[in-house]
């Protein structure tokens, strides 16, 4: 119910305004801002962490480096807090859960604080863009934001290009990235792959065995697109008598993965070139992303 209101309303409060709350706290890097930029200065033991934050490790040696430099110069960036629901008194942590873990480390006492009145979305959408601005997010990571944004906001990557400062082409790709084999996606967890590597093996045939020929040999992008279009030759020549549409071009995979975005959902083309028609077809997981599908039909009429 949560999720459906959040889609109707659009983007609730709206995006922009959330992004100018967390953009409120980061002005208070500033070394003249201090931490006067808070709205109030509370006990560390009244502050609790988001139970649903989408980031469930952290790094102990960012923390310790981390809590040296509040050691030194204390918590000059506000955490963004709600009131806890439900009468259990303290705050909830809307964004700096790593602040608040690392001021824990360096034992301090009380923390300065933005205190915001959101709701459970609201919460979660901003737990997500936290996230997604991280500097050691691997493509994976941040494609997986990107989905979440538009899966349960119903955001468009129109919107979330004007709001977070990426080309729309730029989340397109990075969200296609999810449609690769999960050996493919460990790679670039690992980071023995680049997005642009990972770009390249989208259109092959089989991603995964020329990803590893990529890691094992230490390609460059260049040079795993040559690699793709090598084995695409190479399978060309080796069946030369498939039937019309078998074979899927670059143009119809990357509609594939633009339209499997756009609606959260499974989506495959099946496309006969010398008669110029085909079936699309669209997988669904779960009842409600069926009635979701439902409703932006109907909504089209």
């Given at each position: 119910?949560?999720?459906?209101?959040?889609?109707?309303?659009?983007?609730?409060?709206?995006?922009?305004?959330l992004?100018?709350d967390?953009?409120?706290?980061?002005?208070?890097?500033?070394p003249?801002?201090?931490?006067?930029?808070?709205?109030?200065?509370?006990?560390?033991?009244?502050?609790?962490?988001?139970?649903?934050?989408?980031?469930?490790?952290?790094?102990?040696?960012?923390?310790?480096?981390?809590?040296?430099?509040?050691?030194?110069?204390?918590?000059?960036?506000?955490?963004?807090?709600?009131?806890?629901?439900?009468?259990?008194?303290?705050?909830?942590?809307?964004?700096?859960?790593?602040?608040?873990?690392?001021?824990?480390?360096?034992?301090?006492?009380?923390?300065?604080?933005?205190?915001?009145?959101?709701?459970?979305?609201?919460?979660?959408?901003?737990?997500?863009?936290?996230?997604?601005?991280?500097?050691?997010?691997?493509?994976?990571?941040?494609?997986?934001?990107?989905?979440?944004?538009m899966?349960?906001?119903g955001?468009t990557?129109?919107?979330?290009?004007?709001?977070?400062?990426?080309?729309?082409?730029?989340?397109?790709?990075?969200?296609?990235?999810l449609?690769?084999?999960?050996?493919?996606?460990?790679?670039?967890?690992?980071?023995k792959?680049?997005?642009?590597?990972?770009?390249?093996?989208?259109?092959?045939?089989?991603?995964?065995?020329?990803?590893?020929?990529?890691?094992?040999?230490?390609?460059?992008?260049?040079?795993?697109?040559?690699?793709?279009?090598?084995?695409?030759?190479?399978?060309?020549?080796?069946?030369?008598?498939?039937?019309?549409?078998?074979e899927?071009?670059?143009?119809?995979?990357?509609?594939?993965?633009?339209?499997?975005?756009?609606?959260?959902?499974?989506?495959?083309?099946?496309?006969?070139a010398?008669?110029?028609?085909?079936?699309?077809?669209?997988?669904?997981?779960?009842?409600?992303q069926l009635?979701?599908?439902?409703?932006?039909?109907?909504?089209?009429?």
């Amino acid at each position: 119910m949560s999720d459906k209101k959040s889609k109707n309303r659009g983007l609730g409060r709206g995006l922009s305004a959330l992004m100018a709350d967390v953009s409120q706290a980061e002005e208070a890097t500033a070394p003249e801002a201090g931490a006067a930029a808070a709205d109030q200065i509370v006990p560390i033991e009244k502050i609790h962490p988001n139970p649903d934050q989408p980031r469930r490790s952290f790094t102990t040696s960012d923390l310790e480096e981390l809590a040296a430099s509040i050691r030194e110069k204390g918590v000059i960036q506000p955490l963004i807090v709600r009131r806890r629901a439900g009468g259990a008194g303290g705050y909830e942590i809307v964004a700096g859960e790593r602040r608040w873990r690392a001021a824990q480390m360096a034992k301090l006492h009380e923390l300065p604080v933005l205190v915001r009145d959101f709701d459970d979305s609201e919460v979660l959408e901003i737990a997500i863009i936290e996230n997604i601005q991280r500097a050691d997010l691997n493509p994976v990571e941040e494609a997986a934001g990107y989905r979440q944004l538009m899966e349960k906001f119903g955001h468009t990557q129109e919107k979330l290009s004007e709001v977070l400062g990426k080309s729309r082409s730029y989340i397109a790709n990075l969200v296609r990235l999810l449609g690769l084999p999960e050996e493919v996606q460990t790679y670039l967890r690992e980071g023995k792959l680049s997005a642009g590597h990972a770009r390249a093996l989208i259109t092959s045939q089989d991603p995964a065995a020329l990803a590893r020929k990529v890691v094992n040999s230490g390609l460059s992008v260049r040079e795993t697109e040559k690699l793709v279009r090598k084995d695409a030759a190479n399978d060309a020549s080796r069946t030369p008598r498939k039937t019309a549409g078998a074979e899927k071009d670059a143009d119809t995979k990357a509609l594939e993965g633009d339209l499997s975005a756009a609606l959260g959902m499974r989506v495959v083309i099946q496309h006969d070139a010398e008669h110029e028609s085909g079936r699309v077809t669209i997988g669904y997981d779960t009842l409600d992303q069926l009635d979701e599908l439902c409703r932006m039909l109907s909504s089209t009429r």
